[in-house]
C-alpha cells in the first residue's frame, strides 16, 4: 500500500506502523502513524463524537 509521507508516497512495507484509539462518554478516537527511522512521516486521525459538546458559556456558544 502507498501512502502519502512527508518524504512523499511511500510503500508501507518501508515504515513503522503505530496505531491507537480513545473510547469514552464523549468520543471514539482513532489514529494511524508511519514513521521512518525514527520521524513521524504520515498522521492520520478519525473522530466520532458520541453526543453533541456542550458549552459553559454563551460566548463559547458563539463559536459554534
Known amino acids: 500500500m502507498i501512502v502519502t509521507t512527508t518524504k512523499g ?4 512495507s518501508l515504515l513503522e506502523h ?3 484509539e480513545v473510547d469514552n462518554d464523549n468520543e ?6 508511519y514513521w521512518l527511522e525514527g520521524e ?3 498522521q492520520s486521525v ?4 458520541k453526543k453533541s459538546p456542550t ?3 454563551a ?3 458563539s463559536f459554534v
Not at 9 to 12: K, P, S
Not at 28 to 33: A, I, K, R, V, Y
Not at 46 to 49: A, I, M, W, Y
Open 9 to 12: 508516497d511511500m510503500d508501507t
Open 18 to 20: 503505530r496505531s491507537g
Open 28 to 33: 471514539f478516537t482513532t489514529w494511524t502513524e
Open 40 to 42: 513521524l512521516v504520515h
Open 46 to 49: 478519525h473522530v466520532t463524537l
Open 55 to 57: 458549552f459553559a458559556s
Open 59 to 61: 460566548e463559547a456558544a
